[in-house]
């Protein structure tokens, strides 16, 4: 049923796969279908963790931006009003945000890229488990954006002003291991034992979590 | 160079220098060390992409000169005026929508850091010293320090703000008070090459929103923050393809 998102529940663990390889891109039909998802399925009684990781060697590249800019063009031309463009384009964060309404915890097991909205996704969730060669960053002002889809609200609660402000206006990458020192990723592990690591982290917060531990 | 009490501006193309120059501490002879109009007319400047604040010399500033602070005290009314008068300025810097970066060498105390904590970034030489003086003289850091250092260390702050002690760099740089140490004498060359790297290639545009939207996150709850977010990177967007067809 779906095309770019694959789910499925082992026991009591929810696993959302990003299946749009090789760099699993976040098209158009992603964030459709991730609708469809956080909707209809992501809150299940029988779940009581979510890991989310993306198919083969990376996490995701973020957003497709010839996506976005057709979409707010397209949009701008037939309203000519900015304010309703991006009301339609806010569902997109409003979307990654309300990962933090779950009452379970939803890791992030990030290997390779994993790069602007693809970043923005994961820092919404609640812990980030990171392959040691994984790619991260907010690379949108380099093409002339700025993270729109939440890094600019959650990244600064996260690391405060003076870091958010040199990794959103560098648009520069950065290393996991980089990551764990500014306190953007909790574990950094060998790129082949990443989900093993989510699944016991998965694990060991599932029965002791609660909804306030999301607050940041 | 242009001067507004003990302060003076120059430019280096797209940044903006800010100097604070008053003897060999750079005692800050008033709470509103500067005048705002001065400085609201330079931020308005063109083609302004950055802020280098900095302290001509050995030091940044090592805060309020203490004998002019006791006549101020001397009469309440006037210290409060002066007082939200140098409130004013440190909120205006910390709004500015472009990147505030402070290069600290030497002496940082008192009004001092609290200018440094209004900038966005700070950056340090190694021998920088930091404090707040303050509970020393029965008093405590009086334009917004006590709120602004205690987003930045959480806790920590409390035992700075209490103790009146001194820290030096690298402990500074442990609790994240400072971005980075330049690993030199003089940090204000090596804050100004990180500053001009950091906004050469960005537009004026694209700097304004990202600073507006870091700054919304302080500012705004959740939901208010991401609409902004979202308008910003549309507008953005827009002219983008305005440029490509």
């Known amino acids: 049923m779906y095309k770019v998102l694959n789910w499925h529940i082992k026991k009591d663990i929810g696993y959302l796969e990003i299946n749009n390889?090789?760099?699993?891109?976040?098209?158009?039909?992603?964030?459709?279908?991730?609708?469809?998802?956080?909707?209809?399925?992501?809150?299940?009684?029988?779940?009581?963790a979510i890991i989310i990781y993306g198919k083969g060697r990376h996490f995701s590249s973020g957003a497709v931006l010839s996506d976005l800019l057709g979409i707010i063009n397209r949009r701008h031309q037939k309203d000519g009003d900015i304010q309703k463009v991006s009301s339609f384009l806010n569902q997109n964060s409003k979307l990654f945000y309300s990962l933090k309404e779950l009452n379970i915890p939803v890791i992030a097991a990030v290997r390779g890229?994993?790069?602007?909205?693809?970043?923005?996704?994961?820092?919404?969730?609640?812990?980030?488990?990171?392959?040691?060669?994984?790619?991260?960053?907010?690379?949108?002002?380099?093409?002339?954006?700025?993270?729109?889809?939440?890094?600019?609200?959650?990244?600064?609660?996260?690391?405060?002003?003076?870091?958010?402000?040199?990794?959103?206006?560098s648009g520069q990458t950065f290393s996991p291991a980089?990551?764990?020192?500014?306190?953007?990723?909790?574990?950094?592990?060998?790129?082949?034992?990443?989900?093993?690591?989510?699944?016991?982290?998965?694990?060991?917060?599932?029965?002791?979590?609660?909804?306030?531990?999301?607050?940041? | 160079m242009q001067k507004s009490n003990i302060v003076s501006w120059e430019r280096e193309n797209e940044i903006g220098i800010l100097s604070i120059s008053n003897g060999k501490e750079n005692y800050l002879n008033v709470p509103d060390f500067l005048d705002i109009y001065d400085l609201k007319r330079w931020m308005e400047e063109e083609g302004l992409k950055g802020v280098l604040i900095t302290g001509i010399g050995r030091n940044f500033s090592a805060g309020a000169d203490l004998d002019k602070l006791k006549s101020l005290v001397a009469s309440a009314n006037k210290l409060e005026a002066s007082l939200n008068k140098g409130k004013e300025i440190l909120d205006y810097i910390e709004d500015l929508n472009i990147p505030v970066?402070?290069?600290?060498?030497?002496?940082?105390?008192?009004?001092?850091?609290?200018?440094?904590?209004?900038?966005?970034?700070?950056?340090?030489?190694?021998?920088?010293?930091f404090a707040f003086p303050e509970t020393?003289?029965?008093?405590?850091?009086?334009?917004?320090g006590t709120y602004r250092l205690t987003k930045i260390l959480g806790k920590n702050a409390i035992e700075?703000?209490?103790?009146?002690?001194?820290?030096?760099a690298d402990k500074a740089?442990?609790?994240?008070?400072v971005h980075t140490i330049a690993n030199e004498k003089n940090s204000q060359q090596f804050a100004m090459d990180y500053l001009k790297r950091l906004v050469a290639d960005r537009p004026v545009e694209v700097?304004?929103?990202?600073?507006?939207?870091?700054?919304?996150?302080?500012?705004?709850?959740?939901?208010?923050?991401?609409?902004?977010?979202?308008?910003?990177?549309?507008?953005?967007?827009?002219?983008?393809?305005?440029?490509e067809e």
């Open chain 2, 207 to 243: 700097i304004h929103a990202a600073m507006k939207a870091i700054r919304n996150a302080d500012t705004m709850g959740s939901d208010q923050a991401l609409k902004a977010e979202t308008e910003l990177f549309c507008n953005l967007a827009v002219n983008i393809n305005d440029h």
């Open chain 1, 113 to 169: 890229v994993c790069l602007g909205s693809a970043l923005e996704l994961a820092l919404c969730s609640d812990y980030i488990v990171c392959g040691e060669k994984a790619v991260l960053g907010l690379p949108e002002s380099t093409f002339g954006l700025i993270p729109g889809c939440t890094g600019t609200y959650v990244l600064p609660k996260l690391v405060g002003k003076a870091l958010a402000i040199d990794i959103i206006l």
């Open chain 2, 136 to 144: 020393n003289h029965g008093l405590i850091p009086g334009l917004g």
């Open chain 1, 178 to 216: 980089e990551a764990k020192n500014m306190g953007i990723v909790q574990r950094v592990v060998p790129t082949k034992e990443v989900l093993k690591h989510a699944e016991q982290i998965a694990e060991r917060l599932k029965t002791r979590f609660y909804k306030e531990l999301k607050s940041i």
């Open chain 1, 21 to 48: 390889p090789p760099s699993n891109p976040m098209d158009v039909t992603f964030f459709k279908e991730f609708y469809w998802w956080r909707t209809e399925l992501s809150e299940k009684k029988e779940i009581k």
């Open chain 2, 160 to 168: 700075l703000i209490l103790s009146g002690d001194m820290i030096n």
């Open chain 2, 101 to 129: 970066v402070a290069a600290i060498n030497g002496l940082c105390f008192g009004g001092g850091l609290e200018i440094a904590l209004a900038s966005h970034i700070r950056i340090a030489s190694e021998r920088a010293l």
């Open chain 2, 173 to 177: 740089k442990e609790l994240a008070l």
